[in-house]
């Protein structure tokens, strides 16, 4: 079966020149309708559309150099990494969709890479360090003129399905697509401005978590007895989160999200043996909120593969959030950047 995205850079690489330095900057994403569980592994196609807030200044650097000294190098945050760590390997693969799988005269490269957000705790590093490092490796190889960004979305997903939504600022709907090959699953900007959206994060482990997304997703698949309503569900639920979207209904967008983050979060408790990111932490903070939002607080919570609660609300709670929980590190996403 031909891939759709390896299609699409052998197309532009025909077309390309040398390659050179190129860097590029991608935000880390919240969805607020989740991707959980896909209809094809290989290629991160999956059994749900997303829709997704990006997270401002909150994401990866990456920058992609023709290595002088003829080795591959994978720097994060300023330290070199084994080659053999998965970080650095499952970067080096990507590449190679960029510089040949079959081994023969490969490109070098340097890939020089840092997050603004903790790298692995469920604060989705892996979306905007995939499509940080589409865009430089796009960039380094001179194909940034003739691939548009949806189809460096199609591109990206093969690093990680969430990073399609991460080329964009602002709220981004990735479609689930239909294609075996994958040619219609990438993610497009909702290209609407909502400046008193908020989020805010509230950490409660922001080290590396024990089970990746992936491992956690394809286990609750695989074994969870509660899935079988999940794919349907979050269909209705993107569209309709969609809809709030677009009417910028805060409430209705609100409790949506946090339904979907907390139906997800019960099909990995059904998973056999079960998984659990949320820690006794995560539920006290979720009840702290209920109770606040039972006395006029407009705010509502969700989480992903990991402990850490991220918090929505609009502009005018920034004062409210912030008393309640001093913890809270308050993101503008659509402030200029
Ligand atoms: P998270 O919740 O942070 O997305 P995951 O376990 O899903 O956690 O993904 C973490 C993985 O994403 C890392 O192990 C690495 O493979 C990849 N990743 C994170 N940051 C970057 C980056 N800046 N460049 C390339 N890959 C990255
Ligand atoms: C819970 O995109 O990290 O954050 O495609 O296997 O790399 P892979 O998974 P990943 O999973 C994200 C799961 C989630 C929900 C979401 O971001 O939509």
């Not at 989740?34 to 999956?46: F, H, Q, S, T």
């Not at 080795?71 to 970067?91: I, M």
């Not at 990438?186 to 491992?215: C, M, T, Y």
């Not at 056999?272 to 607080?297: F, H, I, M, N, V």
């Amino acid at each position: 079966m031909n891939d759709a995205a390896k299609q699409l850079i052998r197309d532009a690489m025909a077309k390309a020149s040398a390659s050179q330095t190129a860097s590029a900057y991608a935000p880390s994403n919240i969805a607020l309708s989740k991707y959980w569980g896909k209809r094809d592994r290989a290629r991160n196609l999956p059994l749900n559309s997303s829709l997704s807030i990006s997270l401002a200044e909150w994401g990866s650097h990456t920058q992609v150099v023709p290595s002088k000294d003829g080795r591959d190098r994978v720097t994060l945050g300023g330290e070199d990494l084994s080659l053999d760590t998965p970080f650095a390997a499952k970067a080096l693969k990507f590449a190679d969709l960029f510089r040949g799988e079959d081994g023969s005269a490969k490109t070098p490269l340097w890939i020089e890479t840092s997050n603004t957000i903790p790298t692995a705790a469920g604060l989705a590093s892996s979306a905007s360090g995939f499509a940080a490092l589409t865009q430089a490796l796009c960039g380094a190889f001179g194909l940034s003129d003739h691939l548009s960004e949806a189809q460096m979305s199609l591109i990206a997903r093969l690093g990680s399905g969430s990073a399609t939504r991460s080329l964009w600022h602002g709220f981004v709907r990735w479609d689930k697509g239909t294609q075996e090959d994958g040619s219609d699953s990438f993610a497009q900007p909702l290209n609407l401005q909502w400046p008193e959206f908020r989020i805010a994060i509230l950490p409660v482990d922001v080290g590396p978590k024990s089970h990746s997304s992936r491992d956690g997703m394809n286990h609750t698949v695989a074994t969870s007895p509660l899935f079988a309503s999940w794919p349907d569900q979050a269909e209705a639920d993107c569209q309709a989160i969609e809809t709030a979207v677009r009417a910028q209904d805060f409430d209705t967008l609100g409790a949506l999200a946090e339904a979907n983050a907390l139906a997800m979060h019960a099909t990995m408790q059904a998973a056999r043996p079960a998984l659990s990111y949320l820690t006794t932490e995560s539920w006290a903070l979720l009840d702290q909120l209920w109770q606040a939002r039972k006395e006029g607080l407009q705010a509502y919570a969700t989480m992903d593969a990991g402990a850490n609660v991220k918090l929505i609300f609009l502009g005018r709670s920034t004062d409210d959030i912030t008393h309640l929980f001093p913890q809270a590190q308050v993101i503008e996403p659509f402030k200029t950047l």
